[in-house]
């Protein structure tokens, strides 16, 4: 798949003065490792504007929960049909993710965003006027694609425009808002209609179209395609308007330079040595991520209690679902106090003792041994391998794949890892309940082998980013 190497100027965005400006007179010149600013604001209101679009992602993930039974009664849905309108979701966001680095690449990063919340409007509506399966799929279908390219568009975004001191914590804003999205979802089902749930769902791409009016396009992305007096100015805007970008800036170009002296990049020429690395590292991320099970035990938690021998589910999925918000709140802190790699395999051991402690607690009930303790080890294993989740292996793997990849590889790289991520979220989520059936005990001792696993890859393979520009990163 190319990438464009060349895009004619024109479409030109408007950008305005910030909306936010409390800068002082300064030199970006690095002090300690950090780039002295004059001002974040409009750095923050970029970022604000983006992770409106990862709420989005998590509304529509969050969506079919707390909607299946009132939606099937109204409609008539058999269990198939309603398993269908869940599924579908994931089979629009392959597309979008196989499909977003050319788009972003394209039309831009502004571009994409929008195109995207435009896309998932027009899936909201259809949802909401649906009087039968077919169009029900459709909504859902429109949405999951506008949310593949969601998951690939907002955290290159925030890492290209984010100095490099702020960027794990601000992309790491991507993840926190997901899963805010997907709590908001379930929250807000229990007391409104499915088809007013749906209306909601078109809020937050409001909120994104108009704040795309007021925000900056990535200033790489700019350099990238050759709009010079736009980079400058994007950048400008972004450090502040007394703020001297120009070492910045040269850095910047000198890299692209080199990079736009490389030939055109095809999906195969992301297998040569040059890009090897940072694939391994993208994809295997990603493939740790979701084959540790986190969309398994997150679509099913509820069951997952039930068969472990509580009586109700209710009080364990609410304790998982309030739970991720703080927990991933505390990984973006400490995304650039601790670093990448750290924190990824604490992360990563959390989940191995998670998974292996409800495992235990599944074969403790199968022998028939402390009946009381096991619904009680369920729910502390599930609860310790969310928590640990969200601190680190929910979100430090796109912030890593914002940043490891060269920016003429970006699209089509990131394109790779985001189909590897949602094919992976797929398979999980679709085999999750036949594994059960299988063997509780052993879908979860299958999961923390994979969990132990990932920390391992950490060690061995992944680098640290913190505290590194992404030109630095890429030298």
């Known amino acids: 798949m190319a990438i464009e190497q060349d895009i004619e100027n024109g ?17 970006n010149e690095k002090d300690d490792g950090r780039i002295k600013r004059g001002s974040i604001g409009m750095v923050l209101l970029s970022t604000f504007v983006a992770v409106c679009g990862s709420f989005e992602f998590g509304s529509c993930v969050g969506y079919s929960a707390p909607t299946q039974s009132a939606m099937r009664k109204d409609l008539n849905l058999s269990l198939a049909e309603y398993s269908m309108f869940g599924s579908i979701l994931t089979i629009g966001a392959m597309l979008g993710a196989f499909t977003s680095g050319r788009v972003a690449d394209f039309i831009g990063r502004k571009g994409a965003m929008r195109m995207s919340a435009s896309v998932c409007i027009a899936g909201w509506i259809t949802v909401y006027i649906s009087r039968g399966a077919l169009s029900l799929d459709m909504g859902r279908f429109f949405t999951g694609y506008g949310i593949g390219v969601f998951s690939y568009v907002v955290p290159v975004y925030i890492a290209e425009i984010t100095p490099k001191d702020l960027r794990g914590g601000l992309t790491t804003l991507n993840q926190l808002m997901i899963v805010t999205g997907s709590s908001v979802a379930f929250l807000l089902g229990t007391v409104l209609s499915w088809r007013s749930l749906a209306a909601t769902g078109i809020l937050p791409c ?4 108009l ?3 007021f925000v ?7 350099a990238k395609v050759g709009r010079g007096k736009e980079f400058k100015f994007a950048l400008q805007k972004l450090r502040g308007q007394n703020t001297d970008v120009s070492c910045e800036a040269a850095e910047i170009q000198d890299n692209i330079e080199v990079l736009q002296s490389l030939r055109v990049t095809r999906l195969f020429d992301l297998f040569q040595k040059q890009y090897i690395r940072p694939v391994i590292i993208g994809v295997g991320l990603m493939i740790f991520q979701q084959f540790g099970g986190i969309n398994g035990i997150g679509f099913y938690v509820s069951e997952t209690f039930v068969s ?11 304790a998982y679902a309030c739970m991720q918000v703080p927990i991933t709140l505390v990984g973006a802190i400490l995304m650039d106090k601790s670093g990448r790699r750290p924190l990824l395999m604490v992360s990563a051991t959390g989940t191995f003792v998670g ?5 235990c607690s599944f074969s403790l009930k199968d022998l028939h041994l402390f009946p009381k303790w096991n619904p009680i080890m369920a729910v502390a294993g599930v609860l310790i391998y969310i928590a640990s989740f969200s601190v680190g292996m929910g979100a430090v793997p796109w912030v890593m794949m914002s940043e490891i990849f060269p920016i003429n590889v970006k699209g089509v790289a990131g394109s790779l890892v985001v189909l ?8 999980v989520s679709y085999t999750f309940n036949f594994l059960m059936s299988w063997s509780s005990t052993g879908t979860f001792f299958f999961y923390s082998g994979f969990c132990a696993a990932t920390v391992l890859f950490v060690a061995k393979v992944v680098p640290e980013t913190k505290g590194k520009t992404l030109e630095e990163i890429q030298a």
């Open 11 to 27: 479409g030109v965005d408007n950008l305005k003065e910030p909306l936010v400006s409390k800068e002082k007179i300064v030199s």
């Open 206 to 209: 409001i909120v994104l179209l």
């Open 211 to 213: 704040g795309l009016f």
């Open 216 to 222: 900056p396009e990535s200033p790489r992305w700019l």
């Open 308 to 318: 472990a021998g509580m009586t109700s589910g209710k009080v364990g999925t609410v």
């Open 355 to 359: 998974c292996f402690l409800t495992g």
């Open 420 to 427: 590897v991520n949602w094919l992976g979220a797929w398979i």
